[in-house]
């Protein structure tokens, strides 16, 4: 089992003007400690069942970019990207850029939204699930055709684009890889199946995944689609006291069922050494054995 890092908590020591240290370091320290992937959320208001929303949070692109020029190996994408906030096309743009930037480590994490606070604080429109569910179909798609290098217009319910040109393409070859967010069984595991290279489940328990990835595979073969393709995902919060044996003990479960890895989010105010400490010696070695 690989692990990432997804970089979730700014509530950090120093301060605001510390947030920058403890991105670069976090992130050199993953890279250094044998991690494959590194991520942000993609919110513009901290998480309310996490903190409060008045806490840090900074913009993913942005942030990825930065990044970007502190690493050399590790996947970088957003965990995930509201398809809400960015204009499918001018999405498929900024995940560009960063592929090119990063040499070809973009991945494009979306998912459907979710957090009304944050939209109708800032203005940005909250369409009902079922609508935001097809403009995340229409996106991929649209992702897609950008990536393919067809500069046709593309004609859908909820987009319409004249030209789909994206000078220049991806490094990533044939495109950077698509992870689609969530565990909802009629809507989310089909568009996995249809479109993602990666899926994102919650570790609720083992019978739950278990059953998610039934349900996954069962989307595969209506689509035509051979599940070993696609990469499963999990995550796990960690705290500084966390029990790495139990921890370890855990992820077995989820591995025995065909979870491939897991994104690590570290509540803690000193992330880097935490990485140094821990996810390096005692946690990448072990996982990767599973």
């Given at each position: 089992m690989d692990v990432g890092i997804h970089f979730m908590n700014f509530n950090l020591s120093g301060g605001p003007e510390a947030?920058?240290?403890?991105?670069?370091?976090?992130a050199e320290a993953a890279e250094a400690a044998g991690c494959t992937m590194f991520t942000f959320m993609d919110h513009y208001f901290q998480m309310e069942a996490f903190t409060r929303a008045q806490d840090p949070m900074l913009e993913g692109y942005t942030a990825l970019g930065f990044v970007a020029g502190r690493t050399e190996k590790m996947t970088l994408g957003l965990l995930v990207a509201g398809v809400t906030y960015r204009h499918p096309g001018l999405l498929a743009k900024i995940a560009t850029?960063?592929?090119?930037?990063?040499?070809?480590r973009s991945m494009l994490g979306i998912g459907a939204a979710w957090y009304e606070r944050e939209h109708k604080a800032l203005g940005v429109p909250f369409p009902p699930l079922k609508e935001r569910f097809e403009q995340l179909?229409?996106?991929?798609?649209?992702?897609?055709?950008?990536?393919?290098?067809?500069?046709?217009?593309?004609?859908?319910?909820?987009?319409?684009?004249?030209?789909?040109?994206?000078?220049?393409?991806?490094?990533?070859?044939?495109?950077?890889?698509?992870?689609?967010?969530?565990?909802?069984?009629?809507?989310?595991?089909?568009?996995?199946?249809?479109?993602?290279?990666?899926n994102n489940l919650f570790s609720s328990d083992p019978e739950t995944v278990a059953h998610k990835l039934s349900v996954l595979r069962e989307h595969c073969e209506r689509e035509g689609r051979d599940p070993s393709e696609i990469l499963n995902?999990?995550?796990?919060?960690?705290?500084?006291?966390?029990?790495?044996?139990?921890?370890?003990?855990?992820?077995r479960q989820y591995a025995e069922l065909g979870m491939q890895h897991v994104q690590l989010s570290l509540v803690m105010e000193e992330p880097a050494r935490f990485v140094q400490d821990v996810v390096g010696p005692k946690l990448v070695p072990r996982l990767k054995e599973l």
């Open positions: 947030i920058r240290g403890h991105v670069a370091s976090t850029t960063l592929d090119v930037l990063s040499g070809g179909e229409e996106t991929l798609q649209i992702c897609l055709q950008m990536w393919d290098g067809d500069n046709g217009p593309y004609e859908g319910k909820h987009f319409q684009l004249a030209e789909t040109m994206n000078v220049p393409t991806t490094v990533a070859r044939p495109r950077p890889r698509i992870m689609v967010g969530g565990s909802g069984e009629k809507k989310t595991l089909r568009l996995v199946a249809k479109y993602a290279d990666a995902t999990t995550g796990a919060r960690i705290n500084p006291d966390l029990n790495v044996d139990e921890f370890v003990e855990t992820m």
